[in-house]
């Protein structure tokens, strides 16, 4: 187990893995997001309460999902780069923060522009609104630390320190709506209850949520496959994939 | 032992403290945190008096009282141990209404009433569309009706 | 259609949190794309520099 690890912890095999993975995992998010937002706009029957205007949860909820997913993938990075200094888990760190920052971004808006008719405000100060809000901070200053410090491997680390400081916000965020009194309601979807959301409607919901999890993951490969041609620039594997681009590509 | 080993102790030993130092100022931030006060907290004197605070519970059937000019409104708040009248004058949210969720933004005036500037409803984590809606409210109505 | 669209009289609201969530996802896939392509290209001149003068 440990030596399959070790081969894919190798910048080259993970590039070459990657590459390979890349056009599958793209027909695959198209397809998903076709499926889900045909069936979240069109085929998912309107909300007895909230009408048409629920179906931002086709965007909300899979934004807010991988908000927390993506920083968790980096925590879990954060922690490899700090113990075992692997240089793939300083580049998927590195580059998988601004892909988090926009989930979240993503999640705020829509949950904005969804509360201004459903509650009647744009924003409160509740415990849930109020953590998301922080994790977007988070993510702007683990980028802004990164970028700050011009050596990459120093840069990762401290970016890895922070990351893993910012960890205790997602299960606040998480269980934000049950520890406190907010205005965001609570989980519709959660682990040991029956989801309290009509079949029709979850499942376009579910089909969004891996969208946004394969979407994710065909990004971050090709901003990994970029950050690796940058730390190994002078590994002869690369000149030989980059001669080996055929002159039209260039 | 391995210098990466002390590594991981140091790193899993911060992460712990930091956790354990995050659940203390939450714990410590707790009142600021609650975004309202149900109607019992407010009948036990825990809301404030001076200051503008949120009101949190259910519109109860029946209390919700307009006049016919403007936009005054009356209603009563409950969270189904005590109750609080609140008196609003605006517009409110599309998603007001007897028995939905409300959380008043407001405080309580010389003489005691409870004035809110601010009326925001809460909806709940589910989602159903009409006729199911209207299932189980005829299921809830027969289920009332069985001796 | 036209039902579709007027999204029961919430049209604003939904299709500006679309819109805004296909310029998001969008900006995300370019930004990835771009960040391969450049990586590249910048090799690739790297390279064509190291041929030109093997001296060098």
Not at chain 1, 34 to 56: K, N
Not at chain 1, 82 to 90: C, H, P, S, T
Not at chain 1, 146 to 160: C, E, Q
Request: proline share 4%; charged share 15%; aromatic share 12%.
């Amino acid at each position: 187990m440990f030596a399959f690890l070790h081969k894919y912890a190798s910048l080259m095999h993970f590039y070459r893995l990657s590459a390979r993975l890349a056009p599958w995992l793209t027909a695959l998010t198209a397809v998903l997001l076709a499926g889900g937002l045909v069936g979240g706009l069109a085929l998912a029957p309107a909300d007895y309460q909230q009408g048409d205007s629920f179906r931002i949860i086709y965007l909300h909820v899979p934004s807010a999902w991988m908000s927390l997913f993506v920083y968790m993938c980096m925590a879990g990075a954060a922690f490899t780069t700090l113990v075992w200094r692997i240089k793939l888990a300083e580049i998927a760190l590195r580059e998988s923060a601004p892909l988090g920052a926009a989930f979240t971004f993503l999640a705020l808006v829509t949950g904005s522009i969804w509360g201004k008719p459903m509650w009647g405000t744009w924003w409160v100060w509740d415990a849930r609104l109020t953590s998301e809000l922080i994790l977007l901070f988070l993510y702007f200053g683990i980028i802004a630390l990164d970028g700050a410090i011009d050596d990459r491997r120093m840069g990762a680390r401290a970016a890895a320190v922070l990351t893993l400081i910012g960890v205790v916000n997602i299960p606040i965020i998480h269980y934000s709506v049950e520890w406190w009194s907010t205005l965001h309601q609570g989980p519709t979807v959660s682990k040991f209850d029956k989801p309290s959301i009509d079949t029709r409607m979850l499942i376009p919901l579910l089909v969004m949520v891996v969208a946004f999890t394969t979407y994710y993951a065909a990004a971050l490969g090709a901003r990994m496959r970029a950050g690796i041609l940058a730390y190994d620039h002078k590994a002869s594997w690369v000149r030989a994939l980059v001669r080996g681009r055929s002159p039209e590509h260039a | 032992m391995t210098p990466r080993r002390k590594r991981l102790i140091v790193i899993l030993l911060s992460i712990a403290g930091l956790g354990i130092a995050a659940g203390l100022i939450l714990t410590a931030f707790n009142k600021n945190l609650m975004y309202f006060y149900s109607p019992t907290e407010v009948a036990a004197g825990e809301a404030p008096q001076n200051r503008p605070f949120r009101l949190g519970g259910m519109v109860v059937e029946g209390s919700v009282m307009r006049q016919p000019q403007g936009l005054t409104v009356w209603f009563t708040l409950t969270d189904f141990n005590k109750e609080q009248v609140v008196y609003y004058e605006g517009i409110l949210p599309d998603l007001f209404r007897e028995g939905q969720g409300i959380v008043a933004n407001g405080q309580f005036n010389e003489t005691g009433v409870f004035v809110a500037s601010e009326v925001l409803a809460k909806h709940d984590e589910n989602y159903m569309p009409p006729e199911v809606a209207d299932a189980v409210a005829a299921g809830k109505a027969a289920g009332d009706h069985t001796p | 259609m036209h039902e579709f669209l007027a999204m029961g009289g919430y049209a604003a609201y939904v299709w500006t949190s679309y819109g805004i969530g296909a310029l998001v996802l969008g900006m995300m896939a370019l930004g990835a794309r771009r960040a391969e392509r450049k990586a590249l290209d910048a090799l690739a001149e790297d390279l064509a520099g190291d041929d030109d003068d093997p001296t060098a």
